[in-house]
């Protein structure tokens, strides 16, 4: 079999780990699988690097910057003496860490140019959290390399990555399939390319991200380009769970899901896949399976374009949180033609990204729900848009949660959402706002932040989700 693996961020958490994903990734090879590795950054690498690039455009201090890159060089030199095997030569581990070094000195002039000037704009955040992944794949490809297979590493640019210059959010283009496949499908039949996950390039060759958790997007296109068999995905959780099963120790794996589900539950916050991350495997028709790392035994979930039975009403219940709550309302919206197109395109100019909308018939109020880091940008917008009292307040709350239940049954089946709102009821938990997809493959409801975890656990227990079937 064809196998693209993705390894997250906890998967290689430190230099045992990797080793251990290395000793994974030759099972597989030694059982007559070409095999395509993409590694994330260690776990926390890319918070960190984004945190100091804030951190040196504000308060410019060089001796934080330097601090860091201490650290920074030491968590990888310490990774790359646990992860790889310095039995046979100690060659590997050297222009491992040479490597490192390179790449961190780079990086350490970037972060102090950063302090110099005193800004930070979205292309320089996608170069500086490129230096996870970068630094990541020495470690890696080296850890296979000293247990005897061969290996090779790329950027997701060198891989044949090349995106829009969207920065932090970029999308690839129709070429990069073509590229991907001419420059990786040579190496699969006596080597494991290890590729950056997250990462790519623009065509003026600029470093571009597909998005924080980006990594999983990155398998896909991979994926897609070399017509694997399968896509790998591995994380720390068992596979795709019925809940968070950091929310709901009780949750339970879900052995087979459909692409528009998973989907679904990851635009609704489960963070367990990246929103696009299926797209291209479901353009090129390539089953996904989710499994856990630290237990490779067991089958994890697999995601498949249509399932043949579908016995489950509700698949998962999700929480999104980090959002915020509007509400704009006034008698004079009532009977007002162009009020709702206002509001939109009024959050479009200001880049807001809006999570939920609801507008009662009585039209005198329109809800949404919007990225919390978005609220205060898209307050402004329209305060300075409605400044002539067709709109009378805007009101904002931003402790508030976002609760969604998936599931492909639930379509043509009636009562559904009687039981969950019966379910909240019970549970004490108080319905800010409701909406329903026509797809009728989700309910999605806002609740305050206090609420959330009892409606998900009460949603769970409601559709017997705990409990093996
Ligand atoms: N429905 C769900 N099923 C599995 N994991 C979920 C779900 N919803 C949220 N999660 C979270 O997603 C995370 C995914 O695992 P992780 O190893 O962090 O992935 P990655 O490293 O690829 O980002 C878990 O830590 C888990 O808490
Ligand atoms: N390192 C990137 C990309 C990624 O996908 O990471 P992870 O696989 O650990 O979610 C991030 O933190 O966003």
């Known amino acids: 079999m064809r196998l693209v693996m993705k390894f997250g961020g906890t998967s290689v958490g430190d230099g045992s780990r990797m080793r251990h994903v290395a000793e994974l990734a030759k099972r597989y090879y030694d059982e007559r699988n070409e095999v395509i590795v993409v590694t994330s950054a260690l776990s926390g690498v890319t918070d960190a690097l984004l945190r100091v690039a804030k951190e040196a455009s504000e308060t410019g201090r060089t001796t934080a910057v330097k601090e860091f890159i201490a650290d920074l060089t030491k968590q990888h030199h310490q990774a790359a003496h646990d992860a790889i095997d310095m039995s ?15 790449r961190i000195e780079e990086l350490e002039k970037a972060l102090i140019g950063i302090c110099y000037l005193g800004e930070l704009t979205v292309r320089s955040i996608d170069y500086i959290s490129s230096y996870g992944e970068r630094l990541a794949v020495p470690v890696l490809c080296g850890s296979i390399k000293s247990l005897g297979v061969r290996s090779c590493s790329f950027t997701g640019g060198e891989a044949g990555i090349i995106t829009n210059d969207d920065y932090c959010n970029a999308k690839p283009l129709e070429k990069t399939y073509s590229l991907v496949k001419e420059r990786i499908g040579p190496l699969l039949n006596n080597s494991i390319p290890v590729v950056t996950g997250f990462i790519a390039e623009s065509e003026s060759g600029i470093i571009t991200t597909l998005g924080r958790g980006g990594s999983d997007f990155s398998a896909s296109i991979l994926g897609a380009s070399l017509g694997a068999d399968e896509i ?9 769970m019925t809940t968070d099963p950091h929310i709901v120790p009780e949750a339970r794996t879900i052995p087979v899901i459909s692409y528009i589900e998973a989907m679904e539950l990851s635009y609704f916050g489960a963070k367990v896949l990246h929103p696009r991350a299926i797209e291209p495997a479901i353009k090129h028709g390539i089953p996904v399976r989710v499994k856990n790392t630290f237990h490779p035994e067991l089958p994890g979930t697999i995601v498949v374009k249509d399932q043949k039975q579908i016995k489950d009403i509700v698949k998962a219940v999700t929480v999104i949180k980090n959002v915020a709550l509007i509400n704009i309302s006034g008698a004079g919206m009532v009977g007002t033609i162009g009020v709702a197109a206002r509001v939109f395109s009024t959050l479009a100019n200001a880049g807001v990204n809006i999570i939920m909308i609801s507008q009662g018939s009585s039209e005198a109020n329109i809800s949404i729900v919007v990225d919390a880091n978005h609220l205060d940008a898209a307050v402004r917008a329209l305060k300075d848009e409605f400044n002539n009292g067709i709109v009378k307040e805007v009101t904002r709350d931003r402790n508030i949660s976002v609760v969604a239940v998936v599931g492909a049954g639930m379509a043509n089946t009636p009562g559904v959402a009687g039981r969950v709102f019966g379910a ?3 549970a004490g938990a108080n319905v800010i706002m409701i909406s329903q997809g026509s797809s009728q493959h989700n309910i999605s409801f806002a609740v305050s932040s206090d609420d959330a975890k009892e409606a998900v656990c009460a949603l769970h227990r409601e559709f ?6």
């Open 88 to 102: 046979n030569t100690s060659d590997i581990v050297e222009n491992a860490t040479k490597e490192i070094d390179m």
């Open 232 to 240: 790998w995905l591995w994380k720390e959780v068992d596979g795709i």
């Open 424 to 426: 909240l009821g019970r």
């Open 464 to 469: 017997g989700l705990e409990c093996e079937k």
